[in-house]
């Protein structure tokens, strides 16, 4: 009787140093304006394409807003120059210019008495010697062995030359029947400069069947395109509608979110047997 007197007076107590030291802490947010965002791109014999949205408050749960009606430009070092047409809210396209190795662009964006600007450079073009997949039960397993075993992983081996006496920047972008897969994947040539470089991707999907089309992409830019994708693998980006404790590198002037990346092409294609 007198322990579980002596145990209850102990819990009676710590509940009361627990209620007593509680409080309610009102954490004042402050709302920052809406920024603009800039994600553009001119890819080696394609056309230019803009897409511009506008950030969000910590307590909105929608996407991105679009920005319309903007004036969206894009010229050359060659006196060539083009105004984007808006082909859906947000998303802006050129017509007639396309990206050509060695020409550098520049990127205008006017909206709302607001202009933002960048130049960037495509650079010499760097082909994919060949890619290659292998399914495995997991990354460098092998095959299965039996039908116990599900082989679910598929490694992508994307093998290139990489030019010497010369700073090179890649990305490589893997995609699935057409829709990109997560990941960021960028690479410089520091310790592979001159030398044959095979960069393996790993897929984990267990839906893939028969017939569906694996494909690797390959992007060469200039070096501030490149701190930007670096940063956002080290930056604590979550969702598209979330927010960041940190913004990532950008090559834009105007604005802090966002990029234009001027840069080579270079795709090929898997089929699953």
Do not use: W
């Amino acid at each position: 009787m007198r322990t579980y007197y002596i145990t209850s007076l102990a819990i009676l107590t710590l509940v009361f140093l627990v209620s007593s030291c509680t409080e309610i802490i009102d954490i004042d947010i402050n709302a920052s304006d809406p920024e603009m965002v800039v994600e553009a791109t001119i890819g080696m014999d394609e056309t230019a394409n803009v897409v511009l949205t506008r950030t969000i408050g910590l307590d909105d749960t929608n996407d991105f807003s679009n920005v319309e009606n903007a004036v969206v430009t894009i010229s050359d070092n060659e006196g060539n120059s083009e105004i984007l047409t808006e082909e859906m809210p947000g998303v802006y396209k050129s017509k007639t210019m396309l990206g050509q190795v060695g020409r550098t662009y520049n990127l205008k964006v006017e909206s709302d008495a607001k202009i933002i600007s960048s130049i960037c450079k495509i650079p010499d073009y760097v082909a994919i010697d060949s890619l290659s997949v292998v399914n495995s039960i997991y990354p460098g397993g092998g095959g299965p062995m039996g039908n116990m075993q599900s082989a679910d992983f598929y490694e992508i081996n994307v093998t290139y030359t990489d030019p010497v006496n010369e700073l090179n920047y890649y990305r490589l972008i893997l995609f699935l029947n057409g829709v990109p897969q997560s990941g960021n994947h960028v690479y410089d040539d520091r310790f592979i400069n001159g030398n044959q470089v095979t960069n393996t991707l790993i897929m984990y999907n267990p839906e893939v069947k028969a017939g569906d089309k694996i494909m690797g992409e390959m992007e060469c830019f200039d070096k501030s395109v490149f701190e930007y994708f670096k940063s956002m693998g080290n930056s604590a980006m979550g969702p598209r509608n979330s927010s960041s404790p940190a913004n990532p590198y950008t090559n834009l002037t105007g604005t802090l979110l966002g990029f234009f990346s001027a840069h080579t092409v270079e795709r090929k294609e898997y089929i699953v047997p």
